[in-house]
């Protein structure tokens, strides 16, 4: 599926990429669910996130994490308090430590309080694109607080892109166990 531009389309690929997570989540089986992702064997997993996440906890709190940045981002610009979306001390070059401060943040965390987390915060984004245009979503700088992109690129990032990498991730830890 091609990146949305649309409002329309953004709603149908988080939800079409979010479905697809859960079914693969569903079609689990309890070995897959016990034991711990390993990408060490495989050299092109080079990227931080292939050894910080160690389960599907992991993964779904990385989502709901992201989910929360990008609602509470929204929420105080909307309302007038200019923020990053990323929060201090945070930047694009290092928010791979943000990840894994959210990372060891959850470690106690539940996977079924993970999962309702997810559904919940992704229930919320949706909510929150409702009453946003197509041009509030798609036009660049159409909000001065998104920078030189649109919103709708942090909404694509945060949800159907965001679930894509997770759906592969869990293929990735599937394929291992083969």
């Known amino acids: 599926m091609a990146r949305p531009t649309s409002k329309t389309d953004l709603i149908e690929a988080a939800n079409s990429n979010f479905d697809k997570l859960w079914q693969l989540i569903d079609s ?29 906890r ?8 992201w989910h929360k940045l990008l609602l ?19 930047n694009w070059k290092t928010y791979g430590e943000m990840n894994v ?11 079924t309080d993970a999962k309702e987390l997810l559904k919940n915060s992704h229930k919320d984004v949706l909510e929150l694109l409702q009453p946003l245009s197509n041009e509030e979503l798609f036009t660049k700088q159409y909000y001065d607080w998104t920078g030189t992109t649109t919103l709708g690129s942090y909404c694509v990032s945060a949800t159907s892109s965001h679930y894509d990498w997770a759906i592969k991730k869990l293929k990735a830890h599937l394929s291992n166990l083969a």
């Open 101 to 111: 401060a959210f990372w060891k943040k959850h470690q106690n965390t539940s996977l």
């Open 72 to 90: 509470n981002w929204v929420s105080s610009n909307k309302s007038g308090n200019k923020t990053d979306f990323l929060p201090k001390p945070y």
């Open 28 to 56: 689990l089986t309890e070995i897959a669910l016990k034991t711990e992702f390993n990408f060490s064997e495989d050299a092109s997993k080079k990227e931080a996130h292939w050894s910080r996440d160690k389960n599907l």
């Open 58 to 65: 992991d993964v779904l709190i990385h989502l709901f994490e």
